[in-house]
């Protein structure tokens, strides 16, 4: 194939509902007639959780049916396949949040062969490229493609690096590795070059080179990296067997399977899941559990699963989050990390390389042992000064993601390296607040260098006696795309407005203070063993004084893995939860995957949520704003929301 040929019609993703709907109704816009077009559409609005029970055709049923424009949900199951469409067009940062591969799969599915976009997410393109979709960020293609004019291959890839572009022309990924990696060298030594970042010396231990791909830093490039970890949680394993059978026949032979790990983490309060039950899904998630389990059993993959061996329909519960049982159980400084899920950099706090791949990145790495990256650049971030007290690591990420360079995209595709003396201060578990969240801020990934910190952490809460080596550290003149400075002394507690987590702003300048219904505290970010220190301290304190959470309000506290609830157990937590009416939840993804208790059912309800996204269907249909576990906590029992010094005044004595 030299061209691709696009018959059908193009769908512009407008800000403007009417205007879909014009579309979907049979009228061809041009580009101006579009207006302006949505910015930063994320995967929850191209394929909402409640249509990742699908993982092969039936996904062209679905895409775009979670976008949110002015208001609405303009687009329904099968409009895209109705409106014979087959090119995209969007604004800034399209393909935001989870890494969900489900997206350009659905795409493609319905139809869409190309997406054009002012700027993408980096695992979305990613995603795209690895499952055969285009993409573009040149507009001077629309006018042509209306005018019926196929556009060649070698123009949509001259722009890509030479990775992205012999696996487009291959048809996808896994086709790829199966017809150019057959010869993949996994020792390399790359001669050191000039001051480096500890990012890049972790990435030059860990390279390999293949026929396509010689191994280098040159960052743009297309490479292929060893990881000391891959993971996969039960939403993708069954999309991931799917695609390896397929390709690659049974049974398989799996590239170093000690080092795959298999979480059940998503699903586990399916049965407590308004959304699931609405939409008659149990089944399906059934089928979903038993093709991971099928898969770890078959290929000896071990398996975190739901506590007590439950099935999917009658558990409560999991072993943890995947996340946090990486950092608890398995990473180490100086690794290289991978999982399927955006917030595989929460692992990066303890000085390794942990980034989030799509389901077929995955894939081909467990058969030939590479995963596909591109050399990215590192961003510095400094946040220097004392904290102020009532100051979390989420309130330091969420003022972080308000700044103007974060929000006009200055992070996309880079690793966050975060430094600095507040950063030396943090404990392990608040700096993976900051490296979890680096998804949010549109990086690679997120990575603080292991210090004594790090050591005490991996003693104390695994039992590991590590030694920092010389070289775990980046340079002194090592070079960096920006940096970033930021004054913690400034700071105070943040929150962010639904519908993005970079709409940040500071709690005390909320001109009215917001009631809410269900307030939120767990997920990777804000389910640790420190979390829930916070959470103990205010409602201990509010305990104390007789207070209870609000009557119009629910507070659910769910624990990331079992290690912290058997912390809070141990240090008499749960006796101040239970004083005043927080529900509490064993480990589980729950609310933050909208699985469980603490999701909305109505789109009037509104959360205070500890999460680390609010995407317009995130965690149900209503309205999240984010805030710190403390703030989470202190504003459960305001019935609005409030920080954890403002609900003392309010209670003197």
Not at 155 to 177: F, H, K, M, P, T
Not at 191 to 207: D, M, Q, V, Y
Not at 390 to 402: E, F, M, R
Request: proline share 6%.
């Amino acid at each position: 194939m030299t061209t691709l040929t696009l018959p059908g019609r193009i769908l512009f993703l407008s800000s403007d509902p009417a205007r879909i709907e014009a579309q979907l109704d049979g009228r061809d816009l041009t580009l101006l007639d579009a207006g302006p077009l949505r910015d930063d559409i994320s995967t929850d609005e191209i394929t909402p959780l409640s249509v990742l029970t699908d993982y092969d055709e039936r996904l062209g049923h679905y895409p775009y049916v979670g976008l949110e424009c002015g208001g609405r949900l303009p687009i329904g199951v099968n409009g895209v396949k109705r409106g014979a469409f087959c090119v995209t067009v969007a604004g800034k940062r399209y393909g935001k949040g989870s890494s969900r591969e489900h997206s350009p799969v659905a795409e493609r599915e319905a139809g869409i062969r190309l997406v054009i976009a002012e700027s993408f997410e980096r695992i979305y393109r990613q995603n795209a490229d690895n499952v055969g979709l285009f993409t573009s960020t040149d507009f001077g293609l629309v006018e042509r493609i209306a005018r019926g004019e196929p556009i060649g291959i070698e123009e949509l890839v001259a722009s890509r690096d030479s990775v992205a572009a012999a696996i487009l022309r291959s048809g996808g990924l896994l086709r790829y590795g199966r017809e150019r990696m057959r010869e993949v060298s996994h020792k390399v030594v790359l001669p050191a070059s000039g001051p480096l970042t500890l990012a890049e010396k972790i990435l030059a231990r860990h390279l390999v080179a293949t026929a396509d791909a010689p191994a280098t830093l040159d960052a743009g490039s297309g490479g292929f990296v060893r990881a000391d970890w891959r993971f996969i949680h039960e939403y993708y394993t069954g999309m991931c067997t799917h695609m390896l059978h397929k390709e690659f026949g049974r049974p398989l032979t799996l590239h170093d399977p000690a080092t795959i790990l298999a979480f059940e983490d998503h699903l586990s309060y399916s049965n407590r899941s308004p959304m699931h039950l609405k939409n008659g899904l149990m089944a399906n998630l059934r089928h979903l559990s038993d093709a991971h389990r099928a898969f770890a059993a078959d290929y000896g993959i071990r398996n975190h699963g739901y506590l007590g061996g439950a099935e999917v329909a009658a558990g409560e519960g999991s072993e943890g989050i995947s996340h946090a049982m990486m950092a608890e159980s398995y990473a180490l400084p100086g690794q290289v990390v991978v999982g399927t899920d955006s917030h595989t950099p929460h692992s990066g706090a303890l000085g390794c390389l942990a980034f989030g791949v799509g389901t077929t990145d995955l894939a081909n790495s467990m058969v030939t042992g590479a995963v596909r990256f591109t050399v990215p650049r590192s961003l510095r971030v400094e946040f220097n000064g004392d904290i102020p007290p009532g100051v979390t690591a989420k309130d330091l990420i969420l003022h972080l993601l308000a700044t103007p360079q974060i929000k006009a995209g200055a992070g996309v595709g880079k690793i966050f390296e975060f430094a600095g003396s507040a950063v030396a201060r943090l404990s392990t578990d608040e700096r993976s607040t900051l490296t979890n969240m680096s998804a949010e801020l549109g990086g690679f990934s997120g990575i603080v260098a292991p210090d004594q910190e790090t050591v005490r952490f991996l003693r104390e809460r695994r039992g590991v006696d590590f030694s920092i080596e010389p070289w775990m550290r980046s340079d002194p003149g090592a070079q960096y795309a920006d940096t970033i400075a930021i004054d913690c002394p400034l700071l105070s507690p943040m929150v962010a407005r639904p519908g993005d987590p970079g709409n940040g702003i500071p709690l005390g300048e909320l001109q009215e203070r917001v009631k809410f219904d269900i307030a939120y505290g767990g997920s990777c970010t804000a389910g640790k063993r420190e979390d829930f220190d916070h959470y103990h301290e205010v409602l201990a304190w509010a305990a104390g004084r007789g207070l209870r959470v609000a009557p119009a309000v629910r507070l659910y506290l769910q624990f990331g893995t079992t290690a912290v609830r058997d912390y809070c157990i141990e240090r008499g937590y749960l006796d101040a939860f239970e004083r005043v009416g927080a529900e509490l939840l064993q480990p589980a993804c729950g609310a933050c995957a909208n699985c469980g208790p603490g999701s909305s059912t109505d789109p009037a309800q509104i959360t205070v949520s500890a999460i680390n996204r609010n995407f317009p269907g995130r965690s149900g249909p209503g309205k999240v704003w984010l805030a710190s576990p403390p703030t989470v906590a202190a504003s459960a029992i305001a019935g609005e929301l409030v920080s954890f010094a403002e609900l003392r005044a309010r209670h003197p004595g």
